[in-house]
Structures are given as C-alpha cells and as structure tokens.
C-alpha cells in the first residue's frame, strides 16, 4: 500500500494532479445547486413583487 | 410540418427538456463515475510503469481526457451557438452557455496536471511548449465567453453576444494553434516532447480510452444540469417555472 | 387588454403604412407590454399613453427594427419588417439626441443630411431657421440649452426624406412655443402625406385634431390568464 | 424624397469622425504618451546593458503598441453610444458593415498611425537592432490595421456595458496573439538571421481576409449589443 501511494517517488506530483482533478470537477458538480437555489428564489421574488402590484392595481 | 420537426419543437420546448434532462441527468453522472473509477483502478493500479518516466506517467490518464475535453466541450458550444444564432433556438443557446463553464473547469484541469506534470519530467512548473501556450489561449477564449455572458443584463442577448464570441472563437482556435507553433519552432530551446516515442501498451491504452468515455458522459450529466438552469432563467413567468419555484420553497421550509 | 379600436372609416381604403399583430415585448420572460394591435395609415399622428416604464421606448425601437419583438408581428406596407426595408422610410428620435456635443448644429444637420439623405426643396440651414433656431448656425451643439438640442434633433428628423416619424417623448424638454412647434410639424407631415407615432407620459399632448391614441400598460393591472 | 448615395454617407461620416478627433486633438497624442510610458518602463526594470535591451526591443514596441491601441479602442463607440449616434446609425439606409468600416479606418488613421510613425523613435529608446529599422514599421503597418478590425468586433459586444475595460481586454487577447506572434516573430526571425517573409505574408493574408469579414462581423455584434 505504501508503495502505490509513493509511486515510485512520484507520489506527490500524481496525487496531488489526481485530487486537482477531483476536486475541480465535485465542484463543477455542486455549482449549478447553488445556481439553482439563487434563480429560484429570484423567481420567489419576482412573483411576491407581481402579486403585491396586482393587489394594488385591484 | 413532418414529423422530425414536431418532435423537435416538442422535445425541445422548455418544460419538456426540462423534464426529459432531469431525467437523463442523474444517469449520466452515475455512468460517469462507474466508468471514471473502473478507468482509475486500471489506470494506478493495472497498469505497469512506464519505463522511461516512471509512475509520473499515470497523470496522463487524466490529462489527456481532461485536454480533449477542454477541446469537445468548445466544439460542442459553438455548435450550439451556431444553431442558436442561425434558427434563433432557446435550447441550443441554453446548451451552449451551459457547455462554456464546463469547459472552462476541464481546461484549467488540463492546464494544472501539465504543469504538474511538467515538474518532474522537465525539471519545471511551466514551459511555454506550443500545447501548453495554445491551452492558456483557450482558457482565456472561454473565460471571455463567461464574462461576456455575464454581463449583459438580458438573458437571451447575452446569450446571443456570447454565442457570437464563441463562432469567432472556433475560427481563432486554429489560427492560434498553428501561430503557437510556428513561434516554438523560432525559439527551439524549450520544446520538449512530452509524450516520447515510447510504445504504448495496451494496458495502458484502455484506462485512457475509457476516462475519456467518463468524462464525455460526465459532461453530458453536467450540461443537462445548468441547462435546467438556464430554462428555468430563461422561461422565469412561465406556469410551470413558477410551480417549481413554490415547491422548491415549500421543500425548504419542511 | 388594451385593443384599440379598428382604422376609422375615411382611412380604410388607404394601404396600412405600419400594421402590428398581437405584438407584445417581454425582457427576461418578464411581459413589458402586449399583445398589442393596431395600424398606422398614411396621414396619420398616433399617441402612444403610458406610464414610467411602460414600455413606450421599447415600442418605438420594435418599431423601428432595433429590436426583435418576443411574439407578434409588424409588417410594413403589408410586408414583414426588416431592418433593411425599414431604415429608407423611417426616421427616429429617441431619448440621446444623436447629436455630437463637439459640433456646430449646422454640422449635426450636414452629417445627418449625409447619412440619411436630404428631403427636397430643404437644406440643413432652412430647417435650422424652421425649428427657430436661426443664427445658431455655428454654436457648438454642447452649449445649447436642453430644450434648443431638442429642437436640433427635431430639425434632423424633418430633414430626413422619409414617411414614418417615430418621434420618443417630442414634448420633453420645450416651452410653450416649443410645443407649438412639434405640433405644427407634426400637422404639415401628416397633411403631406406622412405619419408620425410619437410617444408622451401625458403631460403634454398633440392637440390640433383628435389623435389616435395607444395605451400602454405594464404588465401589472392584466390577469395573466 | 431621395436618399444620398451610398458614397456621400461614408464621406460624410469619415468627415465627421475626422473632424471630432480634430475638436478633440488634446486626447490624440493619449496612446503615443501611453506607448513612450510603457517603452521608458522597461530599461528601469531591467537595467540599462544596451545588449540586453537589444535583445527584446521590437517584443516591447510591438507589446507597447498593442496596449496603446487596446486603451484606445474603447473610444471607439463609446461616445456614439452614449449621444444616441450610434442609433441612427444602425437605422441608416446604407449597408452598416461598410459605414463601420469607415470608422474603424478612422480610428486606425488617427490612433495606430501615429504610433506606427513614433515607433522608429520607440526603437531607439531600447537600441532597436539596425536591420530592423524599416522592418518594425513595415511589420507595424501590417499588423496594427488587423489590431483595429478584431478589436471593432470586440468593442461592438461590450459597447453597451457600463465598465467593459477588463472584459474587452480579456476578449480581444487570444485574437490579438497570433497577429502578435507573426509581427513580432518577423521582426525577431530578422533578427536571428533567419527567414522573415512568411510571417509578414501571412499577416498580409490575415488582413485581407479581416478587411473583408471584420466589418460584416462587426455590423452583426453591433445588431446584438443595440437589441
């Protein structure tokens, strides 16, 4: 086990490639959720805004 | 109108993509990471040491996948942004803008790994090698395309400047591909081949092969994400936006 | 909704010059204005009434093929609207004068003249004197007052040789004499056979003859059903 | 009613456009100043040994020279945009690739030109190497008109937003890199002894292509940025 996390002396250079390539694309991954939260509660706003104008209008 | 047409207009108005990539999505990530792992036990494990460079050779399975990527990724963009410009459709400029940021994190991958690469193998982090230069180019291409995507106010003309950079872009991509190289062969010194002419073993072909594959579908998972995203944006006063919006509240506050 | 009420009689056997069909406008899916529908014959000065942010600037740039609508259509003389059939017939003043601060009227009437063409029987110094700016030949246009530039830009549309006036907010900025002038202008283009879509929030309106008149509402007083 | 020719709108225009840089001439010489700046810099920074200056000196003009042009591409359309001109451009009865490309010769006449004739000048600040004294203009001349025709289309994307300057630089950089590759490459190609009409050829092809492709390009983002 040792010997595959040292690879052959290199380990530090293909670890530290390999959790830049993990870590890149989780959070690739995890951006469109917050993405998503922030749109949807625009569109909460946007139709909170809408009904306080139609109220008024009424 | 013919039958193809229908089911294109069908499939591709908002609330049905909608669906239909909710749908496909959790699939192609879960295919992806199978595939990405399965790739990774062949890559550091099965796969023997290379005998001119050692085991630092194994950051080519990510690499190289992660290079062509940077490369797909723009193509199928300025695809998108062709079909969006020419037949003004919403999906396709959604699909493009969607493909750009992706894009972007697989390029500055590609660019990392190699300069990480680059270290035990040339002795240094970076070198201005004609691939690595192009790649720099290309990461600025793509971060122009986010930029000018979000800057502009409106959605659909925003997504429209930025489809319009990205076809101008896909013409420069060669263009600048071929001035890098001319420019490295005038300064000889620093060119240095990363990948020898060492043969190959099949064992350690197929890793490659198959990361590659994982990191298509991954894309495709990724895309379909932030394309749900983008329609939700896009189709914001829409019935079935709003009925979304108000369930995801409600999911909030149970 | 706000439909507006068919062409009158003695206007309908002349060709529709302008014609839009349940056009309607939305920024960010967010309706500004619409559907809308309405024609602009020959002859005739339409007001289009409406709040702030009403969507007034939006209409006369549909109008003048700057933009695209969101659903709907315009057609020219019968035909669909394209920025390239459009752009001969049509003149427009908008919020930015389009006058260059660091020149003299005059050159601002020149270029203009240049651009779009010169009506006959005008030039640039007799449309200068019509608008009541005479003597104002070589002042640099950034010295002028408001109301003046105003006055400047208005000069440039009638100079155009071109039917359709889309004139944004005519009244702003103008004293009394001002006003009278818009509407003398107004008349003499109608009477010779031209039309004029002019927009105002209501203040000051188009008096000589009764108008049509285009009402337009944001979106909020309209059930979205 | 008539409207004039094609021709009397683009004298017209290219008349006015020269005629705002004459009324404006205080800012003209802004990118000679900004080049002469940049220039000066770099002997402070890496000292004084001709040699050594020599060694870079057509990079640093030609560098110089892009970023002068860079900061003044912004006043491109600004100013039309903000007074409304820009508009009635757009509505003229002309074709709007043809009246762009009068302005965007305009501008390259009146900012890259004089840069072009001060860049001799420039050289000699850093000990530019005798054979290249007539071959940095020429390279110059090749390359700053096709500065001009990529930067337009750039500017035409961001001509609406409030601050673009980072963006537009961001933009127009992986369009600028090969024009720079090929004219700096020539001058530094002579320089070594080698061959240096490929580039300039190739340069020269690239601003054909651009003077043709540019302005339709440009008319089209300008139909994006107004909309």
Same mark, same amino acid.
């Given at each position: 086990m040792n010997d595959f996390l040292a690879m052959g002396g290199y380990g530090a250079y293909v670890w530290s490639a390999y959790a830049v390539f993990f870590v890149v694309l989780a959070l690739e991954a995890l951006a469109p959720r917050a993405t998503r939260r922030r749109v949807l509660a625009d569109l909460r706003g946007r139709l909170k805004r809408r009904d306080a104008r139609n109220e008024a209008s009424a | 109108?013919?039958?193809?047409?229908?089911?294109? @207009?069908?499939?591709? &108005?908002?609330?049905?993509?909608?669906?239909?990539? =909710?749908?496909?999505?959790?699939?192609?990530?879960?295919?992806?990471?199978?595939?990405?792992?399965?790739?990774?036990?062949?890559?550091?494990?099965?796969?023997?040491?290379?005998?001119?460079? *050692?085991?630092?050779?194994?950051?080519?399975?990510?690499?190289?996948?992660?290079?062509?990527? &940077?490369?797909?990724?723009?193509?199928?963009?300025?695809?998108?942004?062709?079909?969006?410009?020419?037949?003004r459709i919403k999906l396709s400029e959604v699909l493009a803008m969607a493909a750009a940021p992706i894009g972007a994190a697989f390029t500055f991958i590609t660019l990392v790994t190699g300069s990480i690469w680059g270290k035990p193998m040339w002795g240094t982090w970076w070198t201005w090698d004609a691939r690595l230069t192009s790649e720099l180019v290309l990461l600025f291409l793509y971060l122009g395309v986010i930029g000018l995507h979000a800057a502009i106010e409106d959605r659909r003309q925003a997504a429209r400047a930025a489809g319009f950079l990205a076809l101008i872009g896909i013409v420069n991509i060669p263009i600048v591909h071929f001035s890098v190289n001319w420019w490295n062969t005038l300064h000889q010194g620093s060119t240095v081949r990363l990948m020898g002419p060492s043969k190959i073993d099949a064992s350690m072909i197929w890793p490659l092969l198959l990361m590659a594959l994982a990191t298509h579908v991954w894309f495709f998972g990724s895309v379909l994400a932030r394309t749900r995203i983008g329609l939700l944006e896009l189709d914001g006063g829409k019935d079935w936006v709003r009925a979304i919006a108000l369930d995801d509240d409600k999911e909030a506050h149970a | 909704m706000p439909h507006t009420a068919p062409a009158s009689v003695e206007l309908r056997d002349r060709p529709a010059l302008l014609e839009a069909r349940g056009l309607a406008y939305a920024r960010n899916d967010e309706p500004v204005f619409g559907p809308l529908d309405f024609t602009l014959h020959p002859g005739e000065v339409v007001l289009v009434e409406g709040d702030n942010g009403a969507g007034k600037t939006t209409l006369l740039r549909l109008l003048s093929g700057l933009l695209a609508p969101t659903s709907g259509e315009i057609r020219l003389a019968g035909e669909p609207l394209t920025l390239a059939r459009l752009s001969p017939q049509v003149a427009l003043l908008s919020h930015a004068n389009g006058l260059k601060p660091e020149l003299t009227a005059i050159e601002n009437l020149r270029f203009a003249a240049g651009l779009l063409g010169l009506r006959s029987g005008l030039s640039p110094t007799t449309v200068l004197a019509g608008v009541g700016l005479a003597g104002y030949d070589d002042v640099p246009t950034r010295k002028l007052s408001a109301g003046q530039k105003k006055r400047v830009a208005l000069a440039r549309v009638l100079l155009a040789p071109v039917g359709l006036w889309l004139l944004d907010e005519p009244y702003a900025n103008l004293d009394r004499d001002g006003i009278q002038l818009v509407n003398r202008l107004l008349e003499n283009h109608a009477n010779r056979g031209g039309a004029a879509l002019i927009t105002s929030h209501g203040a000051y309106a188009y008096t000589s003859g009764t108008p049509r008149r285009i009402p337009l509402r944001a979106d909020a007083n309209r059930s979205d059903a | 009613m008539r409207s004039g020719?094609?021709?009397?709108?683009?004298?017209?225009?290219?008349? /006015?456009?020269?005629?705002?840089?004459? /009324?404006?001439?205080?800012?003209?010489?802004?990118?000679?100043?900004?080049?002469?700046?940049? +220039?000066?810099?770099?002997?402070?920074?890496?000292?004084?040994?001709?040699?050594?200056?020599? /060694?870079?000196?057509? =990079? +640093?003009?030609?560098?110089?020279?892009?970023?002068?042009?860079?900061?003044?591409?912004?006043?491109?359309? /600004? &100013?039309?945009?903000?007074?409304?001109?820009?508009?009635?451009?757009?509505?003229?009865?002309?074709?709007?690739?043809?009246?762009?490309?009068?302005?965007?010769?305009? @501008?390259?006449?009146?900012?890259?030109?004089?840069?072009?004739?001060?860049?001799?000048?420039?050289?000699?600040?850093?000990?530019?190497?005798?054979?290249?004294?007539?071959?940095?203009?020429?390279?110059?001349?090749?390359?700053?008109?096709?500065? &001009?025709?990529? =930067?337009?289309?750039?500017?035409?994307?961001?001509?609406?937003?409030?601050?673009?300057?980072?963006?537009?630089?961001?933009?127009?950089?992986?369009?600028?890199?090969?024009?720079?590759?090929?004219?700096? *490459?020539?001058?530094?190609?002579?320089?070594?002894?080698?061959?240096?009409?490929?580039p300039l050829l190739w340069l020269g092809a690239a601003l054909v292509l651009a003077l043709v492709l540019a302005p339709l390009a440009c008319a089209a983002a300008l139909r994006i940025s107004l909309s």
């Amino acid at each position: 086990m040792n010997d595959f996390l040292a690879m052959g002396g290199y380990g530090a250079y293909v670890w530290s490639a390999y959790a830049v390539f993990f870590v890149v694309l989780a959070l690739e991954a995890l951006a469109p959720r917050a993405t998503r939260r922030r749109v949807l509660a625009d569109l909460r706003g946007r139709l909170k805004r809408r009904d306080a104008r139609n109220e008024a209008s009424a | 109108m013919n039958a193809l047409t229908l089911w294109f @207009h069908k499939t591709g &108005s908002p609330p049905t993509a909608y669906r239909l990539a =909710g749908r496909i999505m959790p699939w192609c990530y879960g295919l992806g990471l199978v595939l990405g792992l399965v790739a990774l036990y062949g890559g550091l494990v099965l796969a023997p040491r290379d005998y001119q460079q *050692g085991d630092a050779y194994r950051i080519i399975f990510i690499h190289v996948p992660c290079a062509w990527m &940077s490369l797909f990724a723009y193509f199928f963009m300025a695809a998108n942004a062709f079909i969006a410009l020419v037949w003004r459709i919403k999906l396709s400029e959604v699909l493009a803008m969607a493909a750009a940021p992706i894009g972007a994190a697989f390029t500055f991958i590609t660019l990392v790994t190699g300069s990480i690469w680059g270290k035990p193998m040339w002795g240094t982090w970076w070198t201005w090698d004609a691939r690595l230069t192009s790649e720099l180019v290309l990461l600025f291409l793509y971060l122009g395309v986010i930029g000018l995507h979000a800057a502009i106010e409106d959605r659909r003309q925003a997504a429209r400047a930025a489809g319009f950079l990205a076809l101008i872009g896909i013409v420069n991509i060669p263009i600048v591909h071929f001035s890098v190289n001319w420019w490295n062969t005038l300064h000889q010194g620093s060119t240095v081949r990363l990948m020898g002419p060492s043969k190959i073993d099949a064992s350690m072909i197929w890793p490659l092969l198959l990361m590659a594959l994982a990191t298509h579908v991954w894309f495709f998972g990724s895309v379909l994400a932030r394309t749900r995203i983008g329609l939700l944006e896009l189709d914001g006063g829409k019935d079935w936006v709003r009925a979304i919006a108000l369930d995801d509240d409600k999911e909030a506050h149970a | 909704m706000p439909h507006t009420a068919p062409a009158s009689v003695e206007l309908r056997d002349r060709p529709a010059l302008l014609e839009a069909r349940g056009l309607a406008y939305a920024r960010n899916d967010e309706p500004v204005f619409g559907p809308l529908d309405f024609t602009l014959h020959p002859g005739e000065v339409v007001l289009v009434e409406g709040d702030n942010g009403a969507g007034k600037t939006t209409l006369l740039r549909l109008l003048s093929g700057l933009l695209a609508p969101t659903s709907g259509e315009i057609r020219l003389a019968g035909e669909p609207l394209t920025l390239a059939r459009l752009s001969p017939q049509v003149a427009l003043l908008s919020h930015a004068n389009g006058l260059k601060p660091e020149l003299t009227a005059i050159e601002n009437l020149r270029f203009a003249a240049g651009l779009l063409g010169l009506r006959s029987g005008l030039s640039p110094t007799t449309v200068l004197a019509g608008v009541g700016l005479a003597g104002y030949d070589d002042v640099p246009t950034r010295k002028l007052s408001a109301g003046q530039k105003k006055r400047v830009a208005l000069a440039r549309v009638l100079l155009a040789p071109v039917g359709l006036w889309l004139l944004d907010e005519p009244y702003a900025n103008l004293d009394r004499d001002g006003i009278q002038l818009v509407n003398r202008l107004l008349e003499n283009h109608a009477n010779r056979g031209g039309a004029a879509l002019i927009t105002s929030h209501g203040a000051y309106a188009y008096t000589s003859g009764t108008p049509r008149r285009i009402p337009l509402r944001a979106d909020a007083n309209r059930s979205d059903a | 009613m008539r409207s004039g020719s094609t021709a009397a709108a683009c004298a017209a225009l290219v008349r /006015r456009d020269l005629t705002l840089v004459w /009324r404006r001439r205080g800012d003209a010489a802004n990118p000679i100043l900004f080049a002469l700046i940049v +220039v000066a810099l770099f002997p402070l920074a890496l000292g004084p040994e001709p040699e050594q200056l020599r /060694r870079i000196a057509a =990079g +640093v003009v030609f560098v110089a020279i892009l970023l002068a042009g860079l900061l003044a591409l912004d006043t491109l359309f /600004r &100013s039309d945009y903000e007074d409304g001109s820009l508009e009635q451009l757009v509505l003229s009865p002309h074709p709007l690739s043809l009246l762009l490309a009068c302005k965007i010769a305009v @501008h390259w006449f009146t900012t890259a030109l004089p840069l072009i004739i001060v860049s001799p000048l420039l050289g000699e600040l850093l000990h530019l190497a005798e054979p290249l004294r007539g071959l940095l203009p020429l390279a110059l001349l090749l390359a700053t008109p096709l500065l &001009s025709l990529l =930067g337009a289309v750039c500017v035409a994307l961001t001509v609406g937003m409030y601050r673009s300057g980072m963006l537009l630089a961001l933009l127009v950089l992986p369009l600028y890199v090969p024009v720079l590759i090929f004219g700096a *490459g020539a001058c530094n190609a002579a320089q070594a002894g080698l061959p240096f009409a490929a580039p300039l050829l190739w340069l020269g092809a690239a601003l054909v292509l651009a003077l043709v492709l540019a302005p339709l390009a440009c008319a089209a983002a300008l139909r994006i940025s107004l909309s």
